[in-house]
C-alpha cells in the first residue's frame, strides 16, 4: 500500500506557472504507475497525465499537451507536474495517483491510491 501527499497547488495569474508534487510513502514507489487526475466543480474527475514505473513513457490529456510535464524521482519517491501558460479553466482540485503494475506502460485510467488533493485557482 503507499499514501500520498500532494503539495504546491494555489492561486495563479493566467498565463502562469504553478509545480505540484506529490510524495508517496513506501520503498517500492518504482513498482507504482502514477498520474495526475484533476475535478473541476460540477464536473468528472479526469485523467491530466500519468507516467511509467521508469519514467519513460507519458501521455497527457489533448487540453494540456504542450503546456504540463509529468515527470517522477524514484530516488525520492515523488512525481512532479509542471504547469505552464495556465488557463481558467484549469481551475481545479488537482488528485495524484498511483496504482502497483507488472506492466512497463500502463494505458488504463483506474487508478487504486489516491491523495487527498490540492487546490488549483487561475484568474483571468
Known amino acids: 500500500q503507499v499514501q500520498l501527499v500532494e503539495s504546491g497547488g494555489g492561486l495563479v495569474q493566467a498565463g502562469g506557472s504553478l509545480r505540484l508534487s506529490c510524495a508517496a510513502s513506501g520503498r517500492t514507489f518504482s513498482s507504482y504507475q502514477m498520474a495526475w487526475f484533476r475535478q473541476a466543480p460540477g464536473k468528472e474527475r479526469d485523467i491530466v497525465a500519468a507516467i511509467s514505473k521508469s519514467g519513460g513513457n507519458t501521455r497527457y490529456a489533448d487540453g494540456v499537451r504542450g503546456r504540463f510535464t509529468i515527470s517522477r524521482d524514484n530516488a525520492k519517491n515523488t512525481v512532479y507536474l509542471q504547469m505552464n501558460s495556465l488557463k481558467p479553466e484549469d481551475t481545479a482540485v488537482y488528485y495524484c495517483?498511483?496504482?502497483?503494475?507488472?506492466?512497463?506502460?500502463?494505458?488504463?485510467?483506474?487508478?487504486?491510491?489516491w491523495g487527498q488533493g490540492t487546490q488549483v485557482t487561475v484568474s483571468s
Open positions: 495517483a498511483a496504482i502497483p503494475t507488472r506492466l512497463a506502460y500502463y494505458t488504463g485510467n483506474e487508478y487504486d491510491y
